[in-house]
């Protein structure tokens, strides 16, 4: 089942183009938007002002800190839906939190702080055909479309005091 918050029928078609890929190549597609529109996208994200960074970059610091294979799996467990601690608490988040993470993610990939890409990496045909399908999209509907990619991500918080 594919989840969208929004109505508009290119959106909910790119998001179940994005989630039909495998889970590699939808890392890689998010990279390359990153590298593409990152730097109007995420802090232009409407609420951004309202979220504290601070939230999205704790998990970012704890991420950081483990091995890049292990940085890996994380960012396949997120889109997995995997149950770890780590996954957990980025279900605690809301929407623009989960897009702020995922924008600091792309930054420490860009550093090397988190695993980078591997610099010869080529798209998938299908990948690239999304990717310039999103390119032609208004800036809101980039917005929603990665809001409704990002936010299913991740698994349910636990109740009470465990994440």
Do not use: C
Request: charged content about 20%; cysteine-free; glycine content about 6%.
């Amino acid at each position: 089942m594919t989840f969208t918050q929004t109505n508009d029928p290119t959106i909910r078609e790119s998001v179940k183009a994005f989630q039909g890929l495998d889970v590699d190549e939808q890392l890689a597609l998010f990279w390359f938007i990153y590298k593409e529109m990152g730097s109007s996208i995420t802090p232009a994200a409407p609420g951004a002002s309202t979220v504290s960074p601070e939230i999205a970059e704790g998990l970012f610091n704890q991420i950081k800190e483990l091995s890049h294979e292990e940085q890996l799996q994380f960012q396949r467990d997120l889109i997995n839906k995997a149950d770890t601690q780590f996954t957990r608490i980025y279900g605690s988040f809301g929407d623009t939190t989960k897009l702020l993470f995922w924008y600091r993610l792309a930054q420490g990939m860009e550093n090397a702080t988190i695993v980078p890409m591997p610099a010869n990496y080529q798209l998938s045909s299908q990948a690239q055909e999304l990717l310039n399908r999103i390119k032609q999209l208004a800036f809101e509907q980039q917005i929603n479309l990665f809001r409704d990619y990002v936010s299913p991500m991740g698994a349910e918080p636990k109740p009470g005091a465990e994440v």
